[in-house]
């Protein structure tokens, strides 16, 4: 009877664990494909203002660099995408700031679209960032807490999952 009911509570417990180490998994699957797009706005984004702003050769080039620097951290697991996200997002503020000084650039119907595109993929990086956070969270809670702090001890699960 002990060895059943110590049986069904792993089972259960191992179950629980295993499905949000899936929502993690789901919620980090959606970050990074909601990454990818945003770093491929951006080089359609540094382009257009590019034609309007040749003159800042220098942070064209840096919103680049912080693009690629993003794009290869996207693969890389929450905290590198993460303080790459963070430096592409600075830079990307950069850019909007040179795109905001030229008329031209802000009236077109074009580069409107591109802004509600980037701000859209925004809305979607920040939603699933919340997602992700608050499953890490759960199971980091779980994984701490007694008896599952046991099983996960057994099944080798000593660590806490990233945030991002």
């Not at 945003?38 to 680049?64: F, P, Q």
């Not at 503020?93 to 905001?100: G, K, M, N």
């Not at 994984?143 to 991002?164: C, H, Q, W, Y």
């Amino acid at each position: 009877m002990v060895i059943t009911f110590l049986g069904a509570l792993f089972t259960v417990m191992h179950k629980h664990m295993v499905h949000l180490e899936a929502r993690i998994e789901e919620a980090w699957n959606e970050i990074s494909f909601q990454l990818k797009r945003r770093t491929d706005l951006a080089s359609v984004l540094i382009s257009t203002v590019g034609v309007y702003a040749a003159n800042e050769k220098n942070m064209l080039d840096a919103v680049n660099v912080a693009r690629g620097q993003a794009l290869i951290a996207s693969n890389a697991g929450p905290t590198k995408a993460g303080k790459a996200d963070g430096e592409l997002r600075q830079s990307m503020e950069s850019l909007f700031a040179v795109a905001e000084k030229s008329p031209e650039l802000t009236a077109s119907h074009n580069f409107r679209e591109l802004l509600k595109t980037y701000a859209d993929i925004e809305d979607k990086i920040n939603a699933a960032c919340l997602s992700h956070n608050t499953a890490a969270l759960a199971f980091n809670a779980r994984r701490k807490i007694f008896p599952t702090s046991i099983f996960a001890t057994m099944l080798g699960v000593t660590t806490d999952k990233e945030f991002f």
